[in-house]
Nanobody, 124 residues
């Protein structure tokens, strides 16, 4: 198990910014690939962004590319999601996820470890 705890969600206006954080209580944190997903009630969880173990390779969903930035601090066992130019359609519960290995995968089924989620609401 890799305990993951998200924070930083809340209410923002369209065009505004929020920064999500995810803390991991895991001494081998630097070995994990990390990602952010989001889910709207009644819809499937969807991929947002992922980052490799060293932090030098990232991949984004088309819907957030150019607006969101994923980063990590292995010394602090933290992963972040900087969200800029927010849109009402970004409203969702955002989840942090972790997996072993080195591939940047986007399917929910490939990620065994999840946080509890943090709500992000963007008003128009």
């Amino acid at each position: 198990q890799v305990p993951l705890v998200e924070s930083g969600g809340g209410l923002a206006q369209a065009g505004g910014s929020l920064r999500l954080s995810c803390a991991a209580s895991e001494r081998t944190f630097s070995a994990y690939v990390l990602a952010w997903f989001r889910q709207v009630p009644g819809k499937e969880r969807e991929f947002v962004a992922t980052i490799n173990s060293s932090g030098d390779l990232t991949y984004y969903a088309d819907s957030v590319k150019g607006r969101f930035t994923i980063s990590r601090d292995n010394a602090k066992s933290m992963v972040y999601l900087q969200m800029n130019t927010l849109k009402p359609e970004d409203t969702a519960v955002y989840y942090c996820a972790a997996r072993d290995g080195s591939y940047l995968l986007t399917a929910v089924s490939e990620w065994p470890y999840w946080g509890q989620g943090t709500q992000v609401t963007v008003s128009s």
